[in-house]
């Protein structure tokens, strides 16, 4: 099915195939918005449906997933950093393009489509934590 980036079990993009790599890691490079971290699940609260996760070192420890956190300002931040770089309000994705990682016509992309689905996941929440698989 591909990798997938969640938000408490949720569907909220899935990587292009054969075309996207892990991008969540750009997020506050490019935009300057964002924390992101490589981190690992505790598996006694997965058992619970729980998302509890720790950070870790890549460099020293090994991962299981990336994550990116976004407060409600960042992700209205976002919503602008799209348009500078769209020139135009970028179109809602259905969920079925969600799914099947495809961008609208005029949006080409991946990168931008993916911080539009990430802006539409977030309005109206405090803060979101998008969790990458890698």
């Not at 292009?16 to 991008?23: A, D, F, I, P």
């Not at 971290?37 to 720790?54: C, K, M, Q, S, T």
Request: glycine fraction near 8%; hydrophobic fraction near 35%; include cysteine.
């Amino acid at each position: 099915m591909g990798r997938q980036v969640t938000c408490d079990g949720e569907f909220v993009w899935k990587y292009v195939l054969g075309e996207q790599s892990s991008e969540l890691y750009r997020v506050p490079e490019e935009t300057g918005l964002g924390e992101h971290h490589f981190i690992r699940f505790n598996p006694e609260a997965l058992e619970d449906g729980v998302y509890d996760w720790e950070r870790v070192n890549p460099e020293d420890e090994e991962f299981e997933a990336e994550v990116l956190i976004l407060a409600a300002k960042e992700i209205e931040a976002l919503s602008d950093y799209v348009n500078e770089h769209t020139h135009v309000e970028p179109e809602k994705l259905s969920f079925f393009q969600k799914l099947l990682g495809k961008t609208s016509e005029s949006e080409q992309d991946h990168f931008i489509s993916m911080l539009s689905a990430f802006i539409e996941y977030g309005q109206g929440r405090d803060e979101i934590e998008l969790i990458g698989e890698l």
